[in-house]
């Protein structure tokens, strides 16, 4: 039988090289490098999360171009295991394009992800920007000198996006006391029985939405679904929570919304351009919580990644199909 020659990034193959040969139970094979010279030869690639580093999809630095490069080059390639949930990265659809399967770590972050997003709500919806900035000044300053925050208990999220990070999201505000909306790519209902519509009739729910939660793929469906008129839709005083992608939401109007005071306030981990600009006005904004791009870091990450692609490679080595597979582009 061939040999499986498999594309890793050096600190993978240090790390998990005897995993790896476990899981393909004595079957051949060679862990390669972008700097070896058998590279050109891999058959499978597994993208850890040390490939991508501080790369973003709009800014690749040279470590990660060069296991990009070597992925494209390698006319043998047959599967690639990602480390992330998002395939909207341009090599990605390069290597769909020329057959190659993509897999998936969707939901090996998704109670990060989750708890994020909630944790960016409670901030916001307990004022804890204004409450922060107070104590940086050294000013003893109370909610109570100004108009209270609403209960929490008892307001309205619109989660858009049903995934495994939309339902974890769902279950721990349903537990705070919030009614849930679902957006998602069918109307059909949830087995939760949350009101729920299409990503084409978003607009229904808007207006009753206390909260907005991102939670979806970026998509031809998806791309800019939160534009200007959405925004107004939402009720005066509403929060926006973005851990999808940046390019879910229009940013220029998401600003226009925070800057007129329409919308209360947001919490986002993405952005329409990462890393955000540093003349970004979202960075100053007193009713904004920015991060980047790290909702769903977490120590336990990299290890279930680890596992997913484990599991996947006995699945191949043996003839079957990874599980996990991203649409076709």
């Known amino acids: 039988m061939t040999p499986l020659c498999i594309l890793v990034s050096a600190a993978a ?29 891999a ?3 597994f993208v850890s999360r040390d490939v991508t580093g501080l790369s973003t999809k709009h800014e690749i630095l040279p470590e990660t171009q060069r296991f990009y490069a070597a992925m494209a ?54 004022r804890f920007p204004e409450l922060i900035a107070a104590q940086r000044r050294g000013e ?24 495994e990070i939309g339902q974890a999201i769902a279950r721990i505000l349903a537990a705070i006391g919030l009614q849930i909306q679902v957006v998602r790519s069918s109307g059909a209902p949830t087995d939760q029985g949350h009101a729920c519509c299409a990503y084409e009739q978003i ?3 808007l207006p009753a939405s206390d909260w907005l939660i991102l939670a979806c793929p970026l998509t031809a469906r998806t791309q800019q679904l939160i534009d200007a008129a959405a925004l107004r839709a939402l009720p005066r005083g509403a929060g926006v929570i973005n851990v999808a992608r940046g390019d879910v939401l229009d940013e220029a109007a998401l600003i226009a919304a925070l800057d007129s005071g329409h919308l ?25 919580l920015a991060t980047p791009h ?16 484990l599991g ?14 991203a649409p076709a582009a």
């Open 43 to 45: 058959e499978i690639a």
């Open 73 to 126: 080059a390698s006319p043998r390639l047959r599967w690639v295991q990602v480390h992330s949930a998002g395939m909207d990265r341009a090599i990605y659809t390069e290597l769909q394009q020329k057959g190659v399967m993509l897999s998936t770590s969707a939901g090996s972050n998704a109670e990060v992800v989750a708890q994020t997003a909630v944790a960016g709500l409670l901030a916001l919806g307990r």
């Open 312 to 325: 996947n490679l006995r699945r191949y080595a043996q003839g079957q199909t990874p599980q996990r597979l």
């Open 13 to 41: 193959r240090a790390a998990h090289g005897d995993a790896i040969a476990r899981a393909l139970d004595g079957r051949a094979h060679a862990l390669v490098t972008p700097e070896d010279d058998a590279a050109h030869a």
């Open 203 to 205: 607009a229904q729910l």
């Open 294 to 309: 790290s909702a769903g870091f977490s120590a336990g990450n990299a290890q279930r990644v680890v596992q997913l692609f």
């Open 264 to 288: 209360g306030g947001a919490y986002l981990d993405v952005f329409a351009h990462e890393p955000l600009a540093p003349d970004s006005p979202l960075w100053s904004m007193p009713q904004v």
């Open 140 to 163: 003893w300053s109370p909610l109570i000198h100004r108009p209270l925050p609403p209960d929490i208990h008892g307001q309205t999220a619109t989660i858009v996006g049903w995934g």
